[in-house]
């Protein structure tokens, strides 16, 4: 089975469309929901430890890990061809800016040169780090753009077997065959993405309301 995710092509770097909604008031952005989910999520007890072992480990993208967990809260399994399309959608996104700005912060983090201490390079690692976070908020935001423009489910299925049925075809497709090492990981997803609660707003949203927790990109 080829994996699902996809080499950075030619294509030029995708761009969130533009909402077709009433516009925000002026210097006011509309929360993009998936976003405010997966922050919560990312909080859950064992969650971060499972998505930055999936990442580092295996190459898996944790908005994508994100995402089958949103989606699958709307009763939706991804097969393979919406998982290519998801990755498709941010392949290069994930692979030139968000990934980049990623080694760069954790170099200085974890670098061991005496200038990474220095509280100019202290600084510094933050702007990346703000930097970074923006990164997955709009890697997001193209995929909930994405998911919005899907019909609905033909046959929905329940929300713990859509959420790990999407997972489980995700980490099957990465390299290292990560639920043959540790199955935990997608227990400890599915768990969570099931118990953070959501509210429809929109089509392809199955929640929202979320309060905001520590991000995604603290890693």
């Not at 509309?30 to 989910?37: C, L, S, V």
């Not at 780090?129 to 908020?137: G, I």
């Not at 980490?171 to 400890?188: I, N």
């Amino acid at each position: 089975m080829s994996t699902v995710n996809t080499a950075p092509g030619k294509r030029p770097l995708p761009k969130p469309s533009k909402a077709r909604s009433t516009p925000a008031a002026p210097g006011r952005r509309k929360a993009n929901p998936f976003w405010r989910w997966s922050l919560r999520v990312y909080r859950a007890p064992g969650v971060q430890e499972a998505c930055l072992a999936l990442q580092d480990r295996c190459g898996a993208d944790v908005n994508l890990l994100l995402f089958c967990g949103w989606v699958g809260l709307a009763g939706r399994a991804l097969d393979q061809r919406l998982l290519r399309q998801a990755a498709a959608c941010v392949g290069r996104w994930q692979a030139e800016v968000v990934a980049p700005l990623r080694a760069v912060r954790r170099t200085l983090k974890h670098g061991g040169a005496k200038a990474s201490t220095a509280a100019p390079a202290l600084a510094l690692r933050r702007r990346i780090a703000a930097l970074e976070l923006q990164a997955e908020s709009v890697e997001q935001t193209l995929l909930f753009e994405l998911a919005a423009s899907w019909p609905p489910p033909a046959r929905p299925k329940r929300p713990p077997a859509a959420v790990a049925a999407s997972l489980g075809r995700y980490l099957a497709s990465l390299p290292g065959a990560p639920l043959s090492h540790d199955p935990r990981h997608l227990a400890t997803l599915v768990d969570a993405c099931c118990a953070t609660p959501a509210t429809r707003r929109s089509a392809g949203d199955p929640g929202a309301g979320i309060n905001k927790p520590a991000p995604p990109g603290r890693r």
